[in-house]
């Protein structure tokens, strides 16, 4: 049985790898907020929230993503 992902695309998005625009969709996974490309599969992953903090304690961030 597999697990469905309701994906939504980023409109403008361009992949970091591919250049490809347009093909970045947003969807969670095991509560943690994925970024893919649906061209060449790069993936990104949103950073846990205390990581985050600390890291970016002084900034105004609406979300930020590593490659995984």
Same mark, same amino acid.
């Not at 949103?46 to 609406?62: D, F, K």
């Given at each position: 049985?597999?697990?469905? #992902?309701?994906?939504?695309?980023?409109?403008? *998005?361009? @992949?970091? #790898? @591919? #250049? *490809? +625009?347009?093909?970045? !969709? =947003?969807? =969670?996974?095991?509560? %943690?907020? #994925? +970024?893919? @490309? %649906? !061209? @060449?599969?790069?993936?990104?992953?949103?950073?846990?929230?205390?990581?985050?903090? =600390? *890291?970016?304690?002084?900034?105004? +961030?609406?979300? %930020?993503?590593?490659?995984?």
């Amino acid at each position: 049985m597999s697990t469905r #992902k309701k994906k939504r695309f980023i409109a403008g *998005a361009t @992949c970091p #790898k @591919c #250049k *490809a +625009v347009d093909t970045m !969709s =947003l969807f =969670l996974e095991h509560n %943690v907020e #994925k +970024v893919e @490309c %649906v !061209s @060449c599969g790069y993936q990104m992953a949103q950073p846990e929230s205390q990581v985050e903090r =600390l *890291a970016r304690e002084n900034e105004t +961030v609406i979300g %930020v993503f590593k490659p995984e």
